[in-house]
């Protein structure tokens, strides 16, 4: 069974950057593409992006200038980092492994990984 | 941003059924398969239904997934305590070139 386990520094300042990282455990790391969404407290799901094995990547517009993902496939891990971070970015933030068929025809994360709670607080 | 919409909240007794809607457009739900995700307090959201109307092996069959035009529903039949928790409804979206999520359905079982 695969299996996601993320970790990260869990509380920021204003104006740092926000570094997550999340370690595929127990499958393939080929074929499919790794996503980050996040939580805010109370409020629903928002997508942030997303990688595949070879580096090719999908983001939100909304965060698209101050996020990065990438991808060691050495380690079977990719990372998310967001920059100029506000309270507006305090949220619980998830990793999962996306399956795209027929371009983006059939799109789905079918595993997730338990959450990361990130606090950005002076 | 969510760019699917759904009721705030839905409710039923045990036994009952209770749908939920999800109301997109042209650009994601009108174009590409849906999928529901459920979330239990606490916990980090789980795959429940994908491409429109397909159970994930260990989904009960009481769930069900269905969709026609831009809009999308899903539907639980013999309402079970178990059952109390958000429900996420998603979709590609191939103007934004990214995935969407609804506003979410907080089911609650009386």
């Known amino acids: 069974q695969v299996q996601l386990q993320q970790w990260g520094a869990g509380l920021l300042k204003p104006s740092e950057t926000l570094s997550l990282t999340c370690a595929v455990y127990?499958?393939?790391?080929?074929?499919?593409?790794w996503s980050w969404i996040r939580q805010p407290p109370g409020k629903g799901l928002e997508w942030i992006g997303e990688?595949?094995?070879?580096?090719?990547?999908n983001y939100n517009p909304s965060l698209k200038s101050r996020v990065t993902i990438s991808v060691d496939t050495s380690k079977n891990q990719f990372s998310l980092k967001l920059s100029s971070v506000t309270a507006a970015d305090t949220a619980v933030y998830y990793c999962?492994?996306?399956?795209?068929?027929?371009?983006?025809?059939?799109?789905?994360?079918?595993?997730w990984g338990k959450g990361t709670t990130v606090t950005v607080s002076s | 941003q969510s760019v699917l919409t759904q009721p705030p909240s839905a409710s039923g007794t045990p036994g009952q059924r209770v749908t939920i809607s999800c109301s997109g457009s042209s650009s994601n739900i009108g174009s590409n398969t849906v999928n529901w995700y459920q979330q239990l307090p606490g916990t980090a959201p789980k795959l429940l239904i994908y491409s429109n109307n397909q159970r994930p092996s260990g989904v009960p069959d009481r769930f069900s997934g269905s969709k026609s035009g831009t809009s999308a529903s899903l539907a639980i039949s013999g309402l079970q305590s178990e059952d109390e928790a958000d429900y996420y409804c998603?979709?590609?979206?191939?103007?934004?070139?990214?995935?969407?999520f609804g506003t979410g359905t907080k089911v609650t079982v009386l």
């Open positions: 990688i595949n094995h070879s580096g090719s990547t």
């Open positions: 127990g499958g393939s790391f080929s074929g499919y593409y």
């Open positions: 999962a492994r996306s399956i795209a068929v027929a371009g983006y025809y059939y799109y789905y994360m079918d595993v």
């Open positions: 998603a979709a590609w979206d191939d103007s934004l070139n990214g995935q969407v």
